[in-house]
């Protein structure tokens, strides 16, 4: 049986992949379509258009009717959200009309579409939605569906909670035809055929792009026959070696710039919403860094991992991104130094310190091999800089120099 509860918690872990640091390669609407028409799936045909002369050719072709989507990897409107807009091109001088008006809006990051999908108007009985994951709890992907489609999960789960259901699958075997009859069955379908190849298209591009999040947003279904009408896929930053093809889509023009900038420099920036500015060494160090500046009473502006490289253009390249911030009122270096010296890594703190206007207090807490040499090094180097040697109390200096 389908578990509604599992879909809850499963939208919702999926809502939170950005604030919980998940890094991970988002497309456009148009490539995901693409992907989803490589695949097998029923796709309406679409064009990717630039400037408001393509637009107006873009429906003279695709006829009166069709839905324009401005192209923003942090904004993917709706199927909805476009007929609530007006987003919908009656004629070619009216698709000219609104492609001029959306290359002129801005989001709230600033961030402005370069491009518009427009896609062939479709008829339909209804629009469900449609996604693949991982359930974290169970180690296993899940189908998610609602026959409250053309929206977003999150406005599904607030007004249709009872209509999200969740199936479990295996990976390497598939989507079994049985399992194909039974979410058929569970959901009205008479005949699984239509089902039953979007199904197999979306499992070849989760299994063969490593997919972490595939998202239909509006699934068609006209009788018995499925359209994929608006989609949105997510994969796995760790897979960008393996799937240079993939990643070659990203568009790192409407990334956050200080987070590609760091990732040019071996570092994972992740901006958040507090005071703090933090440079730690280890995904998991980081987090708990975090954990602790939220237990002190503070709040992180970041999510800064240097990993392995604790040298002093590493640490200037870090202080500079954060510094960039103009909410950071402190500093915390928080480093565990194993096969690194903490003694080295002082050197290279107090070298990137040097030659910086570091104009924030920064506390800094090393542990580790040669930890007490480092900290004594930092402690005479009359930088300024606050040293403490327990985790707990760097994290309350930090929150106390930031509030000061």
């Not at 839905?67 to 070619?92: T, Y």
């Not at 801005?106 to 693949?132: F, N, R």
């Not at 502006?301 to 002093?312: K, V």
Request: charged share 25%.
């Amino acid at each position: 049986m389908a578990s509604q509860r599992s879909g809850m918690r499963l939208w919702k872990a999926s809502s939170q992949l950005a604030p919980r640091h998940v890094r991970r390669l988002t497309l456009h609407q148009y490539q995901s379509q693409e992907l989803l028409k490589q695949a097998g799936a029923v796709v309406p045909r679409g064009r990717v258009v630039r400037s408001a002369d393509e637009a107006r050719a873009a429906v003279e072709e695709l006829g009166n009717n069709s839905l324009l989507s401005a192209q923003l990897i942090k904004r993917n409107v709706s199927l909805v959200e476009q007929e609530a807009a007006g987003l919908v091109a009656r004629s070619p001088e009216q698709a000219a009309h609104l492609a001029s008006t959306l290359f002129r809006a801005t989001t709230d990051s600033g961030v402005v579409a370069k491009e518009l999908y427009i896609s062939q108007p479709a008829t339909y009985d209804e629009v469900w939605y449609l996604a693949m994951t991982i359930d974290r709890e169970t180690y296993q992907p899940a189908i998610i569906v609602s026959k409250h489609g053309g929206q977003d999960i999150r406005a599904i789960a607030q007004q249709h909670p009872a209509s999200i259901r969740t199936y479990h699958f295996s990976l390497t075997a598939g989507v079994p035809a049985s399992l194909t009859e039974r979410i058929a069955a569970d959901l009205g379908v008479a005949d699984a055929t239509s089902l039953g190849a979007t199904l197999a298209a979306l499992h070849r591009i989760f299994r063969e792009k490593e997919g972490m999040l595939l998202e239909v947003r509006s699934l068609a279904r006209s009788g018995d026959r499925f359209t994929c009408l608006d989609s949105r896929f997510a994969f796995d930053d760790d897979a960008h070696k393996r799937q240079a093809d993939l990643f070659a889509l990203r568009d790192t023009e409407q990334e956050v710039r200080d987070e590609v900038e760091a990732e040019r420099h071996g570092l994972v920036y992740v901006r958040m919403e507090g005071t703090i500015g933090n440079v730690v060494n280890g995904a998991g160090l980081a987090m708990a860094t975090n954990d602790a500046i939220g237990l002190a009473g503070g709040q992180s502006a970041n999510f800064l991992d240097a990993g392995g490289q604790a040298t002093t253009q590493t640490m200037m390249q870090a202080f500079s991104i954060i510094l960039r911030d103009e909410r950071v009122k402190a500093i915390l270096v928080n480093i565990y130094g194993g096969i690194t010296r903490c003694d080295m890594i002082a050197e290279s703190i107090i070298g990137a310190a040097s030659e910086m206007d570091i104009h924030v207090p920064m506390v800094v807490r090393l542990q580790g091999t040669n930890s007490d040499a480092g900290l004594k090094l930092l402690a005479d180097a009359n930088l300024g800089l606050h040293v403490e040697s327990d985790f707990g109390k760097a994290a309350e200096k930090a929150v106390e120099v930031a509030n000061a």
